[in-house]
């Protein structure tokens, strides 16, 4: 009910929403199966075991779900219809079973069957969590793949990556991983007459924490990446090294730019950053900056990237310790003061970048360099 009136709140886009309003159906319609076929109740025979071919939509939903919030204008695509194929390889796989009436599915009446067709039941359930495995393991690794993109990307754009770096999306995936490889270890095991895993508490503890942790987050969650940087991002991972001019991302490869064009668009940044110290603005994105240099933010980028050789991100951050070097010599205010006055938000941050950059403290740099 929440996802459905947030649809109602929020503008687009809305991918996550949906993503979720589908992960909770399919997590819906398995307690309502549970339930349904359990000891206490007695469900439609007909009905019975169709449920298992939605079983991986927990892993799409959390694909499309992922993907929404690492993308800057997240929409549908006709590739998407490649995300079926799961579902369809699940039904080819359960179809020698699905085809039996239900009241002999449920075990409620027994017929005759061919030898062979029960070779074919046996084959297709094994052949289906073969298909739950692997559909695990490639959405998951696709999961982590985006956010290990993202977690680039968003160097690339921002200056401040405070609620940005969807860490907790990152605990989220962990778990969810977990959980999906213990079901599958206990299926095994129950193929191979162990007792469940899951039973119990266990059960209780299994079917509360995969929708809660979902549900918190997805109330929450907004994508962090603006409708801009669609232009100026790519929807590929690349390493995280500086790229020189002839080996450019392929982002760049229409820019148009020469390399008269980017020094002088090099040395007019250079030069407006230290004229007006823009970096001590807390907000500064990449847009904000291209505008004072009056130029487009993929341009910007590329001089960035592949001229100076550095993200948005660590270029800003440098400026930023560059001045707090300059402060901490020559005035008297406190860290923390020199930090905020800098541009950045947090403490900790301005003690990380510090750090990484000069090797040293703030406080050591002051008590070193400080007549």
């Known amino acids: 009910m929440g996802l459905l009136l947030r649809l109602r709140d929020i503008n687009p886009p809305r991918m996550h929403i949906w993503a979720m309003i589908a992960f909770f159906t399919v997590n819906i319609c398995d307690g309502l199966n549970s339930f349904a076929y359990s000891d206490t109740f007695s469900g439609p025979a007909a009905l019975f075991r169709w449920n298992d071919v939605i079983i991986p939509g927990f892993m799409v939903a959390l694909y499309f779900y992922v993907r929404a919030l690492t993308s800057a204008t997240p929409k549908l695509v006709r590739a998407d219809l490649v995300h ?19 009241d002999v599915r449920l075990g409620l009446v027994e017929i005759d069957i061919a030898e062979s067709h029960r070779t074919l039941i046996i084959a297709g359930e094994t052949a289906f969590w073969l298909v739950w495995v692997i559909t695990l393991t490639v959405y998951g690794a696709i999961c982590i793949r985006r956010l290990i993109m993202h977690k680039r990307n968003i160097r690339d754009v921002f200056s401040d990556l405070e609620g940005k770096t969807l860490r907790w999306l990152d605990a989220l995936v962990a778990t969810i991983l977990t959980i999906a490889l213990i079901v599958i270890v206990d299926e095994i095991g129950q193929m191979a007459g162990q007792p469940p895993l899951r039973d119990g508490i266990w059960s209780l503890l299994f079917d509360v924490i995969m929708p809660v942790s979902f ?3 997805a109330l929450r969650a907004n994508p962090p990446l603006p409708e801009w940087t669609r232009a100026v991002l ?7 090294e500086p790229v020189s001019r002839e080996k450019s991302s392929s982002r760049y490869a229409r820019s148009g730019l020469m390399d008269d064009d980017m020094n002088r668009y090099a040395a007019r940044l250079e030069k407006r950053m230290t004229a007006g110290k823009l970096w001590r603005d807390h907000g500064l994105n990449l847009r904000g900056l291209a505008a004072e240099i009056a130029i487009p933010p993929i341009h910007l980028s590329e001089v960035l990237n592949t001229k100076i050789g550095m993200s948005f991100y660590d270029y800003v951050n440098q400026c930023r310790i560059r001045d707090a070097c300059d402060l901490l010599i020559h005035s008297n205010d406190t860290i923390i003061e020199i930090s905020e006055a800098v541009g950045f938000n947090a403490k900790s941050t301005f003690n990380t970048s510090f750090k990484k950059i000069t090797d040293q403290t703030p406080s ?8």
């Open 84 to 102: 079926l194929l799961p579902f369809l390889a699940g039904l080819v796989c359960l179809a020698p079973a699905l085809i039996l009436p239900g």
């Open 234 to 240: 790519e929807d590929t991972p690349r390493s995280e």
């Open 215 to 217: 549900g918190i987050f």
């Open 364 to 371: 050591q740099w002051r008590a070193t360099h400080k007549p």
